[in-house]
């Protein structure tokens, strides 16, 4: 491959250009090795197939940090060929999840926000090399990310080494999207100056010496993006409940008509949701985000959204498609930043944004669990839900009511793992209704989810427990029977169905 | 009593000097009352009481909001008389206590950062009338508040009516100490500009329309104050790991040597901790958090801290005796701010705040428990502690390792209630020793916590469950058997022994 100057704009760095092998080889085992990438976008994708190669032929184990869940050319390979001794913040990919749960990995589930500031206070140890996706590097060695920005500004900041991997797939028109600001560490920290959803406060580029940069791999492998399901009956009356309840909201006056920036976690549900605001009577709106999935190009489309902030653009392939033909327009209507400002509770607590998750199961005190199958077996993360429900101005969850053709009712006595606590959770929706959960006791909130929440053939016998565990408690506080709290789950594991 | 002009400064409103009893007469039934008070310091004593009284001969319901706990003037008198309906956000009283564990009381526990904005947001209802304890009122109605600001600048702005209770028990002096910036409400939010510890902000009163202000109510009951225990040989233990872990990371480059400004939970454990701090090697430390107790005096006396900024001060009886006669020195070294700012992510991330806070206990993943008995009775609240910890530099937890005599161990399987998750918790404190959890997977934590930090009488079998649930759970991510899981609780209830 040649390398046009456009991309390129450092002449003295092609001769650091080299074989996706040559710069695997920069990496030794037992060193910790950071990443761009967040979701399916904008990872590295030559050096870690390289990587996973020369791994048939020795012993190598390295930690891999990214900025969330990356490709399978990453997180697949390298944990299918035995690669990955630890591994954070978050993975959403079926090898990796294998290893983690037989205790192959060690995977630490951190919230999103707080992963750069832990790599730049030192928490962490050490970033040996940084492998970054790029659109380009400019004449000051500056980088020009592409499709996500996730944490890649701290591990170039702080790694030893920094190998680039220049995506020709991924359009020059790329630059211009991205506001890159490091905050300082304290006691220097000064106050993040976002004040708007659409303000810039930083760099269209991340600041690199180039002394740092070992390696330069040219590529045009494109982001292995994924599918997204058709909306479905269930994700559907999700929306139209949590429509209503927002209409509810700006009618008494505790809402704009504009709303606040929203902030959607990733996935069917999620889009669902926002797919429904465009057939919604708001407009004006304003999203301040992780992830730009399809539905927010469908949003922007139609003018019914002003500005998209995230640190990721994750299309499907029709959405890539879309996002890449009218680049220029959306250029001007998204911004991507680093997910220390994407999630920054600052800026988030600030904005008031409303935060929409989804979660595995919540039980009837409002507890959610995001994370964890039975208690025990990982599924991706907690993500960035915390970073935004934590400091929302409304923190809503949304789960359907059951699971595995009913056999699951993901409303339950006690969850089997807590990431997301009663003092948190705002509103839990289901198909079946939402519940408000907002200035109400754990008594008042187990009435509100078991009736608006649950599914029908789980309201009795939730209810019954509900009613058991107050006359067994006294009435304490929270009525638990702790032999049977976890009953449900047992019983699911035991019989294949929950009760 | 005759009121000094020093004290009411706004002549009009002589007429509205009334009586207890005729002020409390205008609180009816079913109003929500929203009161100044932040642990028993600078809450109304006066017409609580006569409000209590009152209920003796009439069915009266109010629902009462105040920044923190609050003395047994307000809380105890109210529970006692049947007054209060819901209560909101925190409690430490035995009377109230006994009634939100039978069902006899709603209590809405949540975090303290977040009361304020909600009550704003109109999220919890109108607030018909405010009681605050000042210390003056200015010319222009503003209120200079007594010992704690707390809730009381949201309560002013929010309620239809102000009930002032002028105590003259309360110091002139103390008048120049407060800090009060509220911040506006989303979309119109700007950064608060505190950006280091000593930074004031606002004004140094309550601004207040006189037209809003229905009775002022004279007294000089004074505040009463809770005797702090001596320092016990555990506590002393607990803090010399930390101050060892402190210098540690000093030493490591990971924090600065006059540390960042510490923060730290309420009682005899925290006090211990912070007095440790006399006799270490530290200098220019900062104080950012909610109370200020005695040991801060002790700090700012030998001049190793120089500054303490919290919501509340809160000495024992000697101590409150030194702070009125060393007032002019402590004025200009303590900034009494509104716990919507002392308690704010915002600033906390930003200056990069220590928190050190207590739990009740604390599983092998390491999450914590800092709220509910057994899992189901409610002993204080979740209080600040999760706004300090979520956005801390360093999150600490500390408990003894075991309670009742060594019958409960505070290290268990499985904790019966979830306060702050693994997510969050950075290090875990016993008089056995600390575990360091920064950067490790809940497999590499569990065996961290139980080797550091577990009681040697429950090390081994908390090792048992450990290994067993690994083989249980085909080494999964976060190995558990959910059968066994809370079976320590259960045996304690059941046995009067954990194991």
Redesign the interface.
């Known amino acids: 491959m040649i390398v046009s100057s456009e991309r390129l704009r450092l002449k003295k760095l092609e001769s650091k250009i080299m074989t996706a092998e040559e710069a695997a080889s920069l990496i030794e085992d037992g060193m910790t090795v950071g990443t761009s990438g967040f979701t399916p976008s904008g990872y590295p994708k030559e050096v870690p197939l390289a990587l996973a190669k020369r791994a048939e032929k020795e012993n190598l184990k390295i930690n891999l940090y990214t900025g969330a869940s990356v490709g399978d050319e990453l997180d697949g390979a390298l944990a299918r060929a035995g690669v990955i001794a630890?591994r954070?913040p978050y993975q959403t990919n079926d090898s990796i999840r294998n290893s983690?749960?037989?205790?192959k990995i060690?995977?630490?589930?951190?919230?999103l926000s707080?992963m750069p500031q832990?790599v730049r206070?030192?928490?962490?140890?050490k970033i040996d090399v940084a492998i970054i996706e790029a659109v380009a590097i400019r004449k000051d060695g500056g980088i020009v990310p592409a499709t996500s920005v996730g944490n890649s500004p701290v591990f170039v900041q702080m790694a030893e080494k920094v190998i680039i991997e220049l995506n020709e797939s991924q359009p020059l028109e790329l630059e211009g999207m991205h506001d890159i600001y490091i905050p300082k560490?304290?006691?220097y920290?000064?106050?993040?100056?976002i004040?708007?959803t659409d303000k810039r406060i930083g760099t269209t580029y991340i600041p690199c010496d180039p002394q740092k940069i070992a390696a330069v791999v040219l590529t045009n492998r494109r982001d292995s993006v994924r599918p997204l399901a058709p909306v479905d009956e269930t994700s559907k009356k999700i929306s139209e409940h949590l429509i209503e309840f927002l209409e509810n909201e700006v009618k008494?006056?505790?809402l704009?008509k504009t709303l606040?920036p929203l902030q959607s976690g990733v996935g069917n549900i999620a889009n669902a949701v926002l797919r429904g605001l465009v057939d919604s009577p708001f407009e004006g709106l304003e999203f301040y985000s992780e992830v730009i999935q399809d539905a927010v190009f469908d949003l922007l489309d139609c003018g019914k959204m002003t500005v998209a902030s995230g640190t990721s653009v994750t299309p499907s392939e029709e959405g890539l498609e879309r996002f890449y033909k009218n680049i220029d327009f959306y250029r001007n209507k998204i911004i991507l930043r680093p997910q220390e400002i994407s999630n920054?509770?600052?800026v988030i607590?600030?904005?008031?944004v409303i935060a929409m998750n989804t979660a595995i199961e919540i039980d009837i005190y409002g507890?959610v669990n995001s994370t964890?199958i039975?208690?025990?077996?990982?599924m991706n993360g907690?993500g960035g839900s915390?970073d935004f429900i934590?400091?929302a101005?409304i923190s809503i969850f949304a789960t359907p009511s059951t699971a595995k053709n009913g056999a699951i009712s993901c409303i339950v006595p006690m969850v089997?793992?807590?990431?997301?606590?009663?003092?948190?959770v705002?509103v839990v929706v289901t198909e079946q209704g939402l519940a408000d959960l907002?200035?109400?006791?754990p008594?008042?909130r187990a009435k509100e989810i078991i009736q608006k929440c649950a599914h029908p053939d789980y309201r009795d016998a939730l209810m019954e427990y509900y009613k058991k565990?107050?006359d067994f408690?006294?009435?304490?506080?929270?009525?638990?029977i702790?032999?049977e709290?976890?009953s449900w789950?047992?019983n699911y594991?035991k019989k294949g169905r929950m009760i």
């Open positions: 630890k954070m983690i749960n037989s205790g060690e995977f630490v589930d951190i919230h707080h832990m206070y030192g928490f962490l140890g560490n304290p006691p920290r000064k106050p993040i100056p004040t708007r008494h006056g505790r704009p606040l920054n509770p600052e607590r600030r904005l008031g507890h964890h039975m208690g025990t077996k990982m907690i915390g934590r400091n101005y089997s793992h807590v990431d997301h606590t009663e003092h948190d705002m907002r200035g109400l006791s008594k008042e565990a107050i408690s006294g009435s304490a506080h929270t009525p638990h702790l032999e709290a976890l789950h047992i594991s």
